[in-house]
């Protein structure tokens, strides 16, 4: 029995026997060597009440299931004046109270659902367990976790915003947006994801980021935008002394939608019906999204063509130029330059003769002017936010989707958040 107490590996406990069934996991019966028999009311020897079996999930042993079978002492006091009626003994380092797994089963699915990301139905198969218990164990132990790490977040420099779908509602299929913050690193930083917060309005976001600390809103220096308003007002409001920075991905992004906007509109009014395979502006529609220096020889000859084809009055053509001077708006090295830049670009683009999607484009410079040149002095991007986007997505494919918030925030985070996973041995599960 020695022996048997070596592999199990747990502190101070008797095997009492293992049942090997075939048919089911692997049983293996221990009680505890802890001496808890002095009553606590009058400090006299009890005596033992009976020995309660209770049944918990452990890790597999030897490619099994396995279960512990704690049988625990319930003693009752030999007084009978004394107030205590009975207490049974207790054993953290086994399991906690009212758990359905060990305390080691519990911080191991923790691990390999949070860290690895594996899924909750992956890990409940392998402990032969039902999802609600590894679940229940990953929720109870990461909330402990992200609690106890109190340096996980720090200080932010420049902090970003981004929407994510949550799930979808009802029988109208009612999409559930959160939100991103994520401190998007930068001085050789890398980005970390900080909180997920359950909708998209300024408002929630407002009200988390005005219940931080003031040092810590104070520290923030950019604000990196997607250029959402809801978001520009979450800076305005909650983050006034911060500098908002448009992100340039998205400033390019609206600027190749206007150029598809355009070839939508030039279609419609020059062949009476939406693009065809045999349309030219149909066939150019992935070469004018292309960076004009990603285009070899033969492609600019063939964009040329199809615009020479099916652009009689120049607008997609002007439109794509509009998009790629915007694109020229990154190579400039200062603020000062880039302020030039831009003035003179508004002043083109908002001239009366040029396609509404050239001035439409041009209002949108003159409305982000400041957020846009800011840039040129922050140089921080959403791209991280986008790449921790990906991380959620990731765990929320692992999942078949989640609709409880609370296990949706807690999974993000253990995956995204990178939380000090060393202090994991250390933490009390709520």
Known sequence: MRMCELLIGLPEVNVRAVHDESAG????????????????????????????????????????????????HRWRCRETACPATSW??????????????????????????????????EVA?????????????????????????????GRVDAIGLDETLFFRQGRRHTKQWCTSVVDVGGAGRPAKLIEVIEGRTAKTVSKWIDAQPAPWRRAIRYGVLDMSGPYRKVFT?????????????????????????????VQNETLGHRGREDDPLYRSRRLLTKAHERLDETGHTKLMGLLEAGDPHGDVRMTWH??????????????????VFIDELIADMT??????????????????????????????????????????KRVKRVGFG???????RIRVLLYAGKPNWDLLPTITPR
């Open 351 to 392: 001239d009366s003769e040029m396609p509404p999607e050239v001035r439409s484009l041009g209002g949108m410079l003159r409305r982000w002017k400041a957020h846009i040149i800011a840039w040129h002095r922050a140089k921080v991007s959403n791209g991280p936010t986008e790449a921790t986007n990906n991380l959620i």
């Open 322 to 339: 509009a998009k790629e001077t915007t694109r020229e708006l990154y190579t400039v090295a200062t603020p000062k330059a880039a302020g």
């Open 88 to 121: 049974t003994v207790t054993d953290e380092r086994i399991a906690w109270a009212r758990a359905a797994l060990t305390d080691r089963a519990g911080r191991w699915v923790t691990l390999q659902v949070g860290r690895l990301g594996r899924s909750v139905n």
């Open 237 to 265: 409001d909650s983050l006034g002394h911060a500098v908002q920075v448009a992100d340039p991905f998205h400033v390019i992004k609206h600027a190749n939608g206007k150029v598809d906007e355009c070839r939508r509109r």
């Open 402 to 408: 989640l609709t409880r918030f609370r296990n949706y």
């Open 25 to 72: 996991p692997l049983r293996v019966h221990v009680e505890s060597r802890l001496d808890q028999g002095w009553c606590r009311a009058c400090g006299v020897r009890g005596q033992v009440k009976d020995r309660p079996a209770v049944e918990f999930v452990d890790l597999p042993c030897f490619g099994r299931p396995t279960r512990l079978v704690w049988h625990k």
């Open 125 to 153: 198969r392998e402990l032969g367990c039902d999802w609600h218990t590894v679940n229940d164990a990953v929720l109870a132990y990461g909330e402990a976790l992200l609690a106890a790490d109190t340096d996980r977040v």
